[in-house]
T-cell receptor, first 114, second 112 residues
Framework: DTAVSQTPKYLVTQMGNDKSIKCEQN?????MYWYKQDSKKFLKIMFS???????INETVPNRFSPKSPDKAHLNLHINSLELGDSAVYFC?????????????FGQGTRLTVV | GDSVTQMEGPVTLSEEAFLTINCTYT??????LFWYVQYPGEGLQLLLK?????DKGSNKGFEATYRKETTSFHLEKGSVQVSDSAVYFC???????????FGSGTKLNVKP
C-alpha cells in the first residue's frame, strides 16, 4: 500500500495552460505539504495544511491554489503555467508536529512546461 | 531564521570508503533533526532521525549524532556501497511549526 501517492507522475504541458496534481495519503496524518524541487535539487516548501486548514503559504504566486477536501487529500491547481514552473512537485504528510515526527513523501510529479 | 546548511556535492567515493556529509543548522528552538535520501526518480525517504541533544540516529549502517554545542548533525557511514549512490538531505523541524527545513542536498556517487 502506497503511503503518499500523487498523480500524475509526469506532466508535460504548454505555457498558459491550467493543470492539477492530486495527492492522497493513507497514513491517517493530519498535516500535508507541497514542496517544489528545482533542477538543483533544492526543496522549497510551498504550502502546509493542518486538518484541512491552510497553515503556511510561502509567498507562492496566486496562480497556485491548493485545495484540501479532507485530511487525506491535498491537491494543487496551477493556472496560466509558465516556463519557470517546471520542476518536481512533492506532496508529503506528517502527524501534527510532535517532537521527532517525520514527513512521508510521495514519488513526485515532474512538471515540464514547454 | 531557521535553516540547514550542508556540504555541497557531488561527493565521489570508491566502494568501501568512509563517508562524511556535513550538516549544520540554525534554529530558534530545539529542533528535531533528520537525514533523508532520494534515489533517482523517487521521492525522499527517511534515513534516520534524532530528537534531542546527544541522540544518535542510525539505519542501514549510516549514523548521525545530534550535537547541540556545534549545532551539527553530520552523516557518516563506515563503508559505502554502490547502492548508496543518491542525494542526501539534512532537515530539521520545530515543534508545532508544520514545516520542515531542508538543506540543499548532497549528491553521493560511489564507484565500484
Amino acid at each position: 500500500d502506497t503511503a503518499v501517492s500523487q498523480t500524475p507522475k509526469y506532466l508535460v504541458t504548454q505555457m498558459g495552460n491550467d493543470k492539477s496534481i492530486k495527492c492522497e495519503q493513507n497514513l491517517g496524518h493530519d498535516t500535508m505539504y507541497w514542496y517544489k524541487q528545482d533542477s538543483k535539487k533544492f526543496l522549497k516548501i510551498m504550502f502546509s495544511y493542518n486538518n484541512k486548514e491552510l497553515i503556511i503559504n510561502e509567498t507562492v504566486p496566486n496562480r497556485f491554489s491548493p485545495k484540501s477536501p479532507d485530511k487525506a487529500h491535498l491537491n494543487l491547481h496551477i493556472n496560466s503555467l509558465e516556463l519557470g514552473d517546471s520542476a518536481v512537485y512533492f506532496c508529503a504528510s506528517s502527524r501534527s508536529q510532535k517532537e521527532g515526527t517525520e514527513a512521508f513523501f510521495g514519488q513526485g510529479t515532474r512538471l515540464t512546461v514547454v | 531564521g531557521d535553516s540547514v546548511t550542508q556540504m555541497e556535492g557531488p561527493v565521489t567515493l570508491s566502494e568501501e570508503a568512509f563517508l562524511t556529509i556535513n550538516c549544520t543548522y540554525t534554529a530558534t528552538g530545539y529542533p528535531s533533526l533528520f537525514w533523508y535520501v532520494q534515489y533517482p526518480g523517487e521521492g525522499l525517504q527517511l534515513l534516520l532521525k534524532a530528537t534531542k541533544a546527544d541522540d544518535k540516529g542510525s539505519n542501514k549502517g549510516f549514523e548521525a549524532t545530534y550535537r547541540k554545542e556545534t549545532t551539527s548533525f553530520h552523516l557518516e557511514k563506515g563503508s559505502v556501497q554502490v547502492s548508496d549512490s543518491a542525494v542526501y538531505f539534512c532537515a530539521l523541524s520545530l515543534y508545532n511549526f508544520n514545516k520542515f527545513y531542508f538543506g540543499s542536498g548532497t549528491k553521493l556517487n560511489v564507484k565500484p
